[in-house]
């Protein structure tokens, strides 16, 4: 059985990182790269990389034309946050007969946000005989996949409370920067107002995707985002942070069912947070679950949108979410022996 054919598109700090996690298993190959930048067009995938061989895949602008020649199993799609800005991208993956799994934050519950859309790319897709998939570290799983299958061992479910917490000086520079480290309260309110900075994306789907998997009706969703302040001089590799300034987010989503709240995720991230996960749900039985050494995000985005391939792979064709497909797992042998049809 011949490899599991990928493509990379976009070649980021997550796309390399994801480049460089496939480079390191078994029944899997990359045969495609495809990224914007002058810095990285025409070059050798291996290059970018920093390995000291090429890997005999040229990073291309013209997706279209890499991906119909190339033909990918799957493209692996890392390029932004919201899905009616990488539309146009994820189409061009589908036209070419490729599956898509993708870290875009909206798409792991498009539906919410862009109705219209979701329809039109869910006929395309089963037109086209692929499955297009939004996941990653969150949305994708830790507000959502992981409390889901927690709900698992409960005879009823009357709330859920989810929460993360971060040390943003952990964080590398691009997360640090859209979260507003550094900026006045006001530059942050009006940054994030006008779309330049982001914070965390996708509360309100990580909350739609608990409600799909239980068949919960959600009335409404709540976000907020308010700046952490800080309270004396901090520091990270890339910012420092003086007293009034901000330090970090504070953000949450509420998801409603007949007016009354039955859905919480939350966030903090900040200069000097403590790190950890935890997720309570009130139901019979209750339960509390905690993880106190916390996720490392970069690490957990690129393993999920790999761990996810022969999931996607084996599915039905379409336009799907996390919560139609079998829980994750780390992929620790060959990848052709997971992507073989059942008979």
């Known amino acids: 059985m011949d490899n599991v054919r990928v493509a990379i598109y976009g070649v980021g700090a997550i796309g390399t990182n994801i480049a460089k996690f496939i480079l390191r298993k078994r029944g899997i190959e990359i045969v495609a790269a495809v990224d914007i930048s002058p810095e990285k067009v025409g070059k050798d995938l291996g290059e970018i990389l920093g390995l000291e061989e090429k890997l005999g895949v ?3 602008s013209d997706a279209s034309e890499v991906l119909f020649k190339s033909k990918p199993d799957v493209t692996l799609h890392a390029t932004g946050s919201f899905l009616d800005k990488v539309y146009p991208q994820i189409v061009e993956i589908v036209e070419a ?3 898509v799994i993708s870290t875009c934050e909206t798409l792991a519950y498009p539906y919410y946000r862009y109705p219209e859309l979701s329809e039109k790319l869910d006929k395309l897709a089963k ?6 998939l939004g996941s990653g570290v969150n949305p994708g799983f830790i507000y959502d996949t992981l409390v ?3 709900t698992g061992v409960c005879e009823t479910v009357e709330k859920i409370r989810a929460v993360r917490s971060l040390d943003a000086a952990k964080r ?9 480290l550094g900026l006045s309260p006001e530059e942050f309110k009006h940054k994030l107002d006008a779309g330049e900075i982001t914070a965390h994306v996708g509360y309100a789907e990580s909350i739609m995707l608990v409600a799909k998997a239980l068949g919960w009706k959600i009335d409404k969703v709540e976000e907020i985002q308010e700046p952490v302040i800080a309270e004396k001089d901090l520091e990270t590799q890339y910012f420092k942070v003086k007293p009034g300034e901000v330090a970090g987010v504070r953000g949450f989503g509420i998801g409603y069912m007949n007016r009354k709240e039955v859905i919480r995720v939350e966030l903090v991230a900040a200069v000097g947070a403590e790190d950890y996960e935890e997720i309570i749900i009130e139901g019979n039985p209750n339960l509390h679950w905690r993880n106190s050494l916390g996720i490392p995000g970069d690490i957990a985005t690129v393993a999920m949108i790999v ?4 999931r996607v792979l084996k599915a039905q064709p379409g336009l799907l979410t996390m919560i139609e497909l079998p829980p994750p797992s780390a992929v620790l042998g ?3 022996d997971l992507v073989k049809k059942d008979v």
């Open 172 to 180: 590398r520079y691009p997360f640090q920067k859209k979260i507003g």
């Open 58 to 60: 040229v990073v291309s």
């Open 307 to 310: 761990n996810m391939i022969p």
């Open 148 to 150: 889901a299958t927690l």
């Open 97 to 99: 007969g490729s599956n």
């Open 127 to 132: 037109e086209r005989g692929v499955t297009v």
């Open 334 to 336: 060959d990848f052709r």
